[in-house]
């Protein structure tokens, strides 16, 4: 049997609630204005790509420190986008690679990326199963 993780979101009045995370930390959800909310805190779809660059991204700086691969810089850029009709969910999710660095090593960054798309990232496997996604390296020496 798998471990279980467990989270407690508790309401905090309006459109607002706080979840908590397994090793303590709290994050605070809310909705839009336009939904009713005062977009005081994260919309749940959007930490949902959060979560996937966050996975991925762990991944990728963890296999780069193993090989030992210098980079000055890293962000991913990640898109959702929604069904037109209720429940509205990303259909197609798009995850952009950037690195900067002098001298950037390709071939292994590309290797700790697929690593991480193909074997190690969950929330990307889960992603894999309501929507198409599409994943791209940009290299960018500084």
């Avoid at 009045?13 to 979840?19: D, L």
């Avoid at 930390?25 to 949902?48: F, I």
């Avoid at 690679?97 to 390709?106: A, K, P």
């Avoid at 599409?134 to 290299?139: A, D, M, P, V």
Wanted: net charge negative.
């Amino acid at each position: 049997m798998g471990t279980t993780n467990k989270v407690t979101t508790h309401w905090k009045g309006n459109m607002q609630f706080e979840s908590d995370n397994p090793n303590g930390k709290t994050v605070v959800m809310d909705a839009s204005h336009e939904n009713g909310g005062h977009s005081s805190g994260l919309s749940p779809k959007a930490m949902m790509l959060s979560a996937l660059a966050g996975c991925s991204g762990l991944d990728v700086v963890s296999v780069l420190d193993k090989m030992k691969v210098q980079i000055s810089d890293f962000r991913m850029d990640t898109y959702g986008e929604l069904t037109q009709e209720h429940p509205k969910y990303y259909h197609t999710v798009t995850v952009e690679y950037h690195f900067y660095g002098d001298n950037l090593d390709e071939n292994k960054i590309k290797k700790a990326v697929d690593l991480s798309i193909e074997k190690y990232c969950g929330v990307m496997e889960m992603f894999r199963k309501f929507a198409t996604v599409k994943t791209s390296i940009h290299y960018h020496d500084k």
